[in-house]
């Protein structure tokens, strides 16, 4: 079965920067779309991007357009999220999934039915 395993989160102030790291235990990982989804403390998870299997196409909440980028390695099975320009709201623990429904419409992907979770990552940006 997939296994997914993030890492890279940790303190940062505000305006600062880091990158996530989403690694598949195996290569079928690349057949997947992946997303990268939030929860805050007391919020619902929240879908933040996704990229597509090939890496062409991504979805970005408008919360973080202009500030994160989403990529993948298909040599490496992983795909990466950079955080820059970090606030405080950014605060939460992230995690990757792989999406098991994908959209194309007009050049916007859509990533849904998200399964193989991974443990998450806590991200916590100070002000």
């Known amino acids: 079965q997939l296994q997914l395993v993030e890492s890279g989160g940790g303190l940062v102030q505000s305006g600062g920067s880091l990158r996530l790291s989403c690694a598949a235990s195996e290569f079928t990982g690349n057949n997947y779309a992946i997303g990268w989804l939030r929860q805050a403390p007391g919020k619902e998870r929240e879908p933040v991007a996704c990229i597509s299997t090939g890496g062409s196409s991504a979805y970005y909440a408008d919360f973080v357009k202009g500030r994160f980028s989403i990529s993948r390695d298909t040599a490496k099975a992983s795909v990466y999220l950079q955080m820059n320009a970090l606030k405080p709201e950014d605060t939460a623990v992230y995690y990757c999934?792989?999406?098991?429904?994908?959209?194309?419409?007009?050049?916007?992907?859509?990533?849904?039915?998200?399964?193989?979770w991974g443990q998450g990552t806590q991200v916590t940006v100070s002000s």
């Open positions: 999934a792989a999406a098991t429904f994908v959209t194309s419409r007009a050049g916007t992907l859509s990533c849904s039915g998200y399964d193989y």
